[in-house]
């Protein structure tokens, strides 16, 4: 609103505390659609008080109402600010985030079909320090379904994996042509794409990491935690998506 000379001027209509699970950085802020209507989300977010790790609960913002927490789900992969695809099926009620490497507190082995907790353990004084927050190079997704009567969260994690240890501070760019779920957003209509795959947009910036030493892979002995070597990575990735028809 306009202040008495003209400029800008703040005003705290109401504010919301709550200790545990809002005191967060870096975590992937989005927009989010369901029946009841455009809000946010924040994934993610580190370091919380007592373990210094990252925060795993979900949080929706709608006009109106109170932040919600979603004390139901647990975050696993990708808590760091990370490149995001949204996307928004509304026969079925479901968002979609997509969220693409970053920093993660575990990491999805498809051999077993679970989550495998990174290794947390010694001190910065010791010869071997894992912290716990590993680079990641995983692609995961966070379905919501919001219908009445029916409220979910699952994170199913893609097969296959980005061509490095990147996406932390990186950006998704979506493809300006193609059609929204809500207008305004980047919040794509999958019902637009099915029976189709088509390049939806472009991840680019960020960090690229390599936690492990030669030859680079995860052969290889890792890296302490505070010492990963870092650069600017040098990758633009285009981004395609292949949604089966129902």
């Avoid at 010694?122 to 379904?145: F, H, M, N």
């Avoid at 979506?174 to 999958?190: F, K, Q, S, Y």
Wanted: glycine fraction near 10%; include cysteine; charge should be neutral.
């Amino acid at each position: 609103m306009s202040g008495p000379s003209g400029g800008l001027a703040v005003i705290l209509l109401e504010k919301f505390e709550d200790p545990t699970e809002f005191h967060r950085r870096d975590l992937s802020v989005t927009q989010f659609l369901s029946p009841k209507g455009l809000g946010l989300a924040g994934y993610g977010g580190v370091f919380t008080p007592e373990t210094q790790l990252n925060f795993s609960k979900p949080v929706y913002l709608f006009p109106h109402t109170p932040p919600a927490v979603d004390t139901s789900f647990d975050q696993k992969t990708n808590a760091y600010v990370c490149p995001t695809l949204l996307l928004y099926d509304k026969p079925a009620a479901s968002m979609y985030t997509t969220l693409f490497g970053g920093i993660s507190r575990f990491a999805w082995d498809s051999a077993t079909g679970k989550f495998v907790e990174n290794l947390k353990t010694g001190s910065k004084t010791e010869a071997t320090y894992p912290d716990g927050l590993q680079w990641s190079d995983q692609i995961s997704t966070i379905r919501k379904v919001m219908s009445p009567g029916n409220e979910e969260t699952t994170e199913p994690v893609q097969a296959e994996s980005l061509p490095g240890w990147i996406g932390a501070h990186a950006v998704f760019i979506p493809a300006p042509e193609l059609a929204r779920a809500h207008a305004g957003t980047d919040i794509l209509d999958v019902g637009s794409l099915r029976g189709t795959r088509v390049q939806v947009g472009y991840i680019y910036g960020g960090i690229r990491a390599f936690p492990y030493r030669f030859p680079y892979d995860k052969t290889a002995v890792p890296y302490n935690a505070g010492t990963i070597p870092t650069k600017p990575t040098n990758f633009i990735l285009k981004v395609y998506l292949q949604v089966p028809n129902p």
